[in-house]
């Protein structure tokens, strides 16, 4: 996790004074305006926010805690104002004002996007400068949600994990560790029974929120339009969506990205990936989610978040999606992206554990919940294994249980060699969960030692399940060919005779990632026998993007 001594070391790249000739190529896109002192040039809750370069005088940025202001950081000259909610057009999270008489160029968020398009040294300037800055802000919780909630309460942990992985700050406050909590659940005229509670903007209060009312309450999505007709709908932003994204808007698609919770996918919820080219010292996979998102909005692709595809109209042209919210969306071609989740372990009172004792994902808020005791890490693949090496950093001891009698065949020698070399993991091979146990929190495991036959009962209160995939495909049922176990058949898969049965009616056979409806495609896991790796998604939804040209010119 970032934190705010890391950030001060890049404050030159976080604040980057502007030369004379760079003010000059930034000019002719913008206006020069002035304003008098204290004027509010945006407040947070703003959306289409203007872009400023201050010319003379000086601009602060202060955060709204309650009615206190914290002061952010003062532009002066040369210096620009904005971070990544400049690209995807959200509501700002803090205010600015003219500290005195003050001039400035002014750009619209339009005209910023076109020159971050066109100019890579401002590009580049701006970029680095844009998520730094948010990375200030989600370190210092500076934002304009708090959410207060219960290290044992499984929605907490959910409506955390969201807006975390959605790189939203916000401030959390703990029913049992705030010693003034009570003056704040009056304040709000809320109980104790009603956590999670997410205070939006200090004047919203939402019990136990959904995912979409928080993105709706937050301002994450812009309004679709209902009768447009996009080139290219890509329906998941795992890295395999999100690299079609960038490629499709990049050269010229109009691209829509439904995502159902968060950027990054499984990937998302990786605490650090090694193994992906460009990054030899790792890279967190929601930071790399981040980042790809905020590419994709650089070259103008559209993503909506928490609203989920419910079904594909495969008779329909263009081609119709469904989504939970009732709304529909149409594209001439369309990109399946959602991925897969791992399996969940099939015992009783598994349900009543999860968020509680039970999770798929170890980012550094499951981590905070399991500090200091015992884990529980199930599964012999690389997510299984960086959670392994990440959770032992901050846990008293890992347990990593596999079925098969070693790693070798599904893991990277590289965790292979640095579990065995961490003291406090202990191995158990061909060793399985049996049994759950506990009230309101998950409090014992029972584990089965396949070898021997032996039954064990451990005081472990946290499980990290991340064996196995399911393919999330149940919203093409009847629409696109799946194999047995529910993945997505394309290209050579799709024998002649199987295509005839299904009615393929093209002249042509499917491309390399065509499913048997034209024009619809898949990448990533969610495709059968697809590479599960980050940077297979990430190569199959670039090559993909060539092929939806193909398909469009037809």
Same mark, same amino acid.
């Given at each position: ?43 947070? #809750? ?31 000259? &040369? ?28 750009? @619209? ?11 890579? @040294? ?41 807006? *975390? ?21 009056? =304040?709000?005229?809320?109980?104790? !029974?009603?956590?999670?509670? %997410? ?27 209902? %009768? ?56 967190? #996979? ?6 790809? $998102? !905020? ?19 495969? &008779?329909?042209?263009?081609?119709? +999606? !469904? ?12 990109? +399946?992206?959602? &991925? ?25 808020? =499951? ?8 884990? +529980? ?15 032992? #950093? ?7 249980? +596999?079925?098969?009698?070693? %790693? ?6 590289? $965790?292979?060699?640095?579990? @065995? ?44 399940? *991340? ?72 190569? =199959?939804? !670039? ?12």
């Amino acid at each position: 996790m970032t934190t705010s001594s890391d950030l001060s070391a890049r404050h030159a790249q976080m604040f980057p004074p502007l030369s004379d000739a760079q003010i000059a190529r930034i000019a002719p896109h913008g206006v020069e305006t002035t304003f008098a002192a204290g004027t509010i040039l945006f407040d947070e #809750g703003d959306t289409d926010i203007p872009f400023f370069v201050v010319l003379d005088g000086a601009i602060e940025v202060v955060h709204m805690k309650g009615l206190v202001e914290e002061p952010v950081t003062v532009h002066h000259r &040369g210096e620009f104002t904005g971070e990544v909610s400049m690209l995807s057009d959200r509501r700002a999270l803090v205010r600015g004002r003219a500290r005195g008489p003050l001039r400035t160029l002014r750009l @619209e968020r339009s005209q910023l996007l076109k020159l971050v398009r066109t100019d890579g @040294e401002l590009s580049e300037i701006f970029m680095r400068a844009f998520i730094l800055r948010r990375m200030a802000l989600l370190a210092g919780g500076q934002g304009d949600a708090v959410v207060i909630g219960s290290q044992h309460s499984a929605a907490t942990l959910r409506l955390q994990a969201f807006l *975390m992985r959605n790189g939203h700050p916000f401030r959390y406050v703990d029913v049992d560790r705030e010693p003034k909590v009570q003056v704040m659940l009056d =304040e709000f005229h809320v109980a104790l !029974s009603d956590v999670p509670v %997410l205070i939006c903007r200090n004047d919203r209060v939402l019990k136990n929120p959904s995912n979409a009312e928080v993105a709706d309450c937050l301002g994450f999505n812009a309004a679709l339009e209902p %009768l447009a007709v996009h080139d290219l709908v890509i329906c998941g932003a795992g890295p395999g969506g999100l690299a079609a994204a960038v490629y499709g808007a990049s050269e010229g698609l109009d691209v829509l990205v439904i995502e159902q919770s968060a950027p990054g996918g499984q990937a998302g919820s990786s605490s650090k990936i090694e193994n992906y080219l460009g990054f030899p010292t790792g890279i967190s #996979g929601q930071a790399l989610a981040a980042r790809a $998102l !905020s590419q994709a909005e650089k070259f103008g692709a559209k993503i909506t978040i928490a609203r989920d595809a419910t079904s594909l109209h495969c &008779g329909e042209a263009p081609l119709r +999606i !469904s989504l939970s919210n009732g709304e529909s969306v149409r594209g001439r071609a369309v990109i +399946i992206a959602t &991925g897969a989740e791992y399996r969940k372990l099939d015992l009783p009172g598994l349900a009543r554990f999860e968020g509680v004792g039970i999770y798929y994902g170890a980012t550094n808020i =499951e981590a905070e919940r399991c500090d200091g005791e015992d884990v +529980i890490v199930i599964g012999g693949g690389n997510s299984a294994g960086q959670a392994a090496t990440y959770l032992a #950093g901050s846990s008293r001891h890992v347990h990593m249980l +596999i079925r098969r009698a070693s %790693l070798a065949e599904s893991m990277s020698r590289y $965790l292979i060699q640095r579990i @065995e070399e961490t003291p406090n993991i202990t191995l158990h091979r061909r060793t399985t969960v049996v049994g759950l146990e506990g009230e309101e929190h998950l409090e014992r495991v029972t584990w089965l030692d396949d070898a021997t036959g032996q039954r064990t009962t451990h005081p472990i209160r946290h499980v990290f399940t *991340m064996a196995g995939a399911n393919p999330n495909t149940a919203w093409l049922q009847g629409c696109v060919e799946l194999d047995s176990n529910g993945f997505v058949c394309t290209g050579s898969e799709l024998s002649p005779d199987r295509l005839k049965a299904l009615g393929w009616s093209l002249t042509r056979s499917p491309y390399l990632f065509e499913t048997s409806q034209p024009r619809v495609f898949a990448v990533g896991d969610v495709r059968s026998s697809s590479v599960k790796r980050v940077a297979s998604a990430v190569g =199959e939804g !670039s090559v993909c993007v060539q092929l939806v040209h193909k398909v469009l010119a037809e």
